[in-house]
């Protein structure tokens, strides 16, 4: 599997190489040794290619920080889906930036044409609470 993304990553000379479902390599390789070994490789070639990686996969995070997967990552974002009765909130809680200052706690915000918003500001504020009014702002700021 991983000559394959690497062959694809250098063929198609690809900017950003998202992987959908990687919970579920890491849940088929054989032992957490392999796996590690995987990831250093993985993330070798991205380095050596230029090409920042994406894993995108289902957690249950704080819980599942401490997988090999997450570790290695630089940034691990989590967004959810809060069902309301007339609408849906969506959120953003930043869990890991490496060498980065970030605000903890969810962020709430839309996507629309101009990018993403978020309520209340910007990521940079203290927690949302979701029942307060707010103008949305987009972000990054210009």
């Known amino acids: 599997m991983l000559n394959s993304v690497v062959s694809r990553i250098q ?16 849940d088929v390789s054989p032992n957490r040794g392999q796996l590690s070994r995987f990831l ?9 290619n230029n090409c920042p990686g994406l894993l995108v996969g289902e957690y249950s995070l704080p819980r599942d920080l401490d997988l090999p997967e997450l570790a290695m990552a630089d940034v691990v974002i989590y967004l959810e889906v809060e069902r309301l009765v007339a609408s849906d909130l969506r ?7 490496r060498d980065s200052k970030y605000v903890e706690g969810r962020q709430a915000f839309y996507v629309n044409n101009d990018g993403i918003r978020f309520l209340g500001g910007s990521p ?3 927690e949302i609470d979701p029942d307060e009014e707010a103008e949305p702002t987009i972000w990054p700021p210009n």
Do not use: C, N
Not at 40 to 48: K, P, R
Not at 91 to 97: E, F, V
């Open 11 to 26: 063929t198609h000379k690809v900017r950003v190489a998202e992987i959908d479902s990687f919970r579920a390599i890491s």
């Open 124 to 126: 940079e504020q203290p």
């Open 40 to 48: 250093g490789t993985l993330s070798a070639q991205l380095v050596e």
């Open 91 to 97: 959120t953003l809680r930043i869990y890991k930036m």
